[in-house]
């Protein structure tokens, strides 16, 4: 079974700092872009960033500057490093993976997400 597990979410005041990990496990062939999407009450998911498997990354605006992102191929982890934390961060981030596993062709798999709160 592939899963993808986050962590590292939780609350923080304006202004700090939290840094999101996800690791994809299971009978994994190849991960190509990894990235986080987040969704805010009322709010359509959207994407924050993502990263190819050679390190080329895609970042939503409001966070140009304030988040990045990287991951590990030989883990199959992804980060999310956020800094200067606005209450507009507040949401629930998934982590997505587009993953070939055995058996399948390669497809998106998420997370179970993980909230993350900016108290202002």
């Known amino acids: 079974q592939v899963q993808l597990v986050e962590s590292g979410g939780g609350l923080v005041q304006a202004g700090g700092s939290l840094r999101l990990s996800c690791a994809a496990s299971g009978r994994i062939l190849s991960v190509n872009a990894m990235g986080w999407y987040r969704q805010a009450p009322g709010n359509e998911r959207e994407l924050v960033a993502d990263i190819t498997s050679g390190g080329s990354t895609n970042y939503l605006d409001s966070v140009k500057g304030r988040f990045t992102i990287s991951r590990d191929n030989g883990k199959n982890t992804v980060y999310l490093q956020m800094n200067s934390l606005e209450s507009e961060d507040t949401a629930v981030y998934y982590c997505?993976?587009?993953?070939?596993?055995?058996?399948?062709?390669?497809?998106?798999?998420w997370g179970q997400g993980t909230q993350v709160t900016v108290s202002s």
């Open positions: 997505n993976a587009n993953m070939r596993v055995f058996g399948s062709l390669p497809r998106d798999y």
